[in-house]
C-alpha cells in the first residue's frame, strides 16, 4: 500500500545509533553510518556512565568522536539522553537528598547541552520517565530521580536545558507506545499527562519519541498509535521514531522468514505513524545485525543470531531496507 506513499510525502529524515566500540574497530561500519544516514545518535557516549566516571570530571572523547564523524559528514546528530534512570556511575547511585540530586542533574545538563550546543538540535531530555506498567494514579517509573525529586525531576531536566539552548528541540522519549495489551496501551494516556502537565505550567517541550522495540510476537496496535499521535498533535508536538529494531527471538528460525516478518512489522508501524503524522526523524538503534543489543538482552532459545536491523552482518540490505526506502 504505501508503495505509491513515497512520492506524495517529504523525505523523512533517516539514521542510526553508532556504537563507539565498533565505529572505532570496524571501517564497514563508519562506511554504512556514511551511506544511508542523515541523522547520528551516539548510542552510548552521552548517557551518564560514559560522560561521569567521577563527580567532578565529564568524558567528552567517545561523543566527541561520533559528533566530529556526524560533522564531517553533513549529518544531524541527536542527543541520547539527559536524564536516564540506568546507565548511571555508582557515584550517581549512591545519591542521596533531594538537594544533591537537583544540583548533580541541572549542572551535568548545564555543561553538556551547552557544550553542543549548535551541534546537536534535538534532545532526549527524558529517556524512560513512565513506568513499564503505569497507573494513572502511579504513572512514573521508580529510579533515582524519581525517588529523590519526585514527579518534578522531569521538569528540572526541561527547564535546565532549555535554559541553555533555547534553540534546541526537547524531547520526551519512551516505550511500548504501539503495544495493543491495555496495562501498556496506557502509557500514551500517561505520555500524554506529562507533556499536557509541563504545557500547563509553560515548560518548553517539543517533541515525543517513540523508541519503537518492536516485538515480534506482537501485533501492532496502529489505531491506538493514529489516535495517540493525532491528541500529540493536538497538544503541538512533533512524533520522532528514536530507537527502531525488531525483536525478533519468537520468530521462526529461517532467517528469510524471519526478515520477511520483520520487514512487515516495521511497514504496519511506520505506515500507522506517516498516516497521522509526519514523524521528524526515523532512526534505527543500529544498522547491521553484526552489532546489536537485541542479541543479548532478547536472546534466543534455539541460539541462533538476532536479526533486528536493516542490514545483514555483511552489510548487505535486508527487506527491512526497502521498506525504511519507501520513507527516506
Ligand atoms: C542500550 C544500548 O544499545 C546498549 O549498547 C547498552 O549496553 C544499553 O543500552 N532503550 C534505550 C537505549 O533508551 O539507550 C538502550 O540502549 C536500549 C533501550
Given at each position: 500500500a504505501a508503495g505509491g506513499a513515497r512520492a506524495s510525502r517529504a523525505a523523512i529524515p533517516f539514521g542510526s545509533a553508532a556504537q563507539i566500540e565498533m565505529f572505532r574497530a570496524d571501517p564497514r561500519y563508519r562506511e554504512a553510518l556514511k551511506t544511508y544516514c542523515s541523522v547520528i545518535v551516539p548510542m552510548n557516549d552521552l548517557k551518564w556512565e560514559a560522560l561521569r566516571h567521577d563527580r567532578t570530571g565529564f568524558d567528552f572523547s567517545g561523543a566527541d568522536e561520533i559528533i566530529g564523524f556526524a560533522r564531517q559528514n553533513g549529518q544531524a546528530v541527536r542527543g541520547?539522553?539527559?536524564?536516564?534512570?540506568?546507565?548511571?556511575p555508582p557515584w550517581a547511585k549512591e545519591m542521596s537528598t533531594r538537594a544533591e540530586a537537583e544540583r548533580e542533574l541541572v549542572s551535568h545538563i548545564e555543561t553538556v547541552v551547552d557544550r553542543y550546543k549548535g551541534r546537536i538540535?534535538?534532545?532526549?531530555?527524558?529517556?524512560?520517565?513512565?513506568?513499564?506498567?503505569?497507573?494513572?494514579?502511579?504513572?512514573?517509573?521508580?529510579?533515582i530521580w524519581q525517588r529523590l525529586l519526585g514527579p518534578d525531576h522531569i521538569e528540572i531536566a526541561f527547564r535546565a536545558a532549555a535554559r541553555v539552548d533555547p534553540k534546541a528541540r526537547l524531547v520526551i522519549n519512551d516505550y511500548d507506545?504501539?503495544?495493543?495489551?491495555p496495562r501498556i496501551a496506557i502509557r500514551r494516556e500517561v505520555a500524554l499527562r506529562i507533556i499536557r502537565r509541563l504545557k500547563d505550567k509553560g515548560i518548553p517541550v517539543h517533541g515525543l519519541g517513540m523508541q519503537?522495540?518492536?516485538?515480534?510476537?506482537r501485533e501492532i496496535d496502529s489505531h491506538g498509535l493514529r489516535q495517540f499521535m493525532l491528541e500529540l498533535g493536538k497538544l503541538d508536538i512533533d512524533v520522532e521514531v528514536t530507537e527502531l529494531d525488531v525483536?525478533?527471538?519468537?520468530?521462526?528460525?529461517d532467517p528469510a522468514v524471519r526478515d520477511r516478518a520483520a520487514a512487515s512489522l516495521v511497514s504496519t508501524f511506520l505506515d500507522a505513524v506517516v498516516s497521522a503524522r509526519q514523524p521528524r526523524a526515523i532512526v534505527t538503534w543500529?544498522?547491521?545485525?553484526?552489532?546489536?543489543?537485541i542479541a543479548e538482552t532478547f536472546p534466543r532459545r534455539d541460539g541462533a543470531k538476532a536479526r533486528?536491523?536493516?542490514?545483514?552482518?555483511?552489510y548487505k540490505p535486508k527487506p527491512m531496507m526497502k521498506v525504511l526506502d519507501r520513507y527516506r
Open positions: 541520547h539522553a539527559l536524564l536516564w534512570g540506568e546507565a548511571l538540535a534535538t534532545w532526549d531530555v527524558v529517556n524512560e520517565v513512565i513506568a513499564h506498567e503505569p497507573t494513572l494514579e502511579k504513572p512514573y517509573r521508580d529510579t507506545f504501539e503495544d495493543p495489551d519503537a522495540h518492536l516485538y515480534g510476537e525483536i525478533d527471538w519468537k520468530l521462526p528460525a543500529g544498522l547491521s545485525d553484526r552489532y546489536s543489543w533486528p536491523l536493516p542490514l545483514d552482518t555483511e
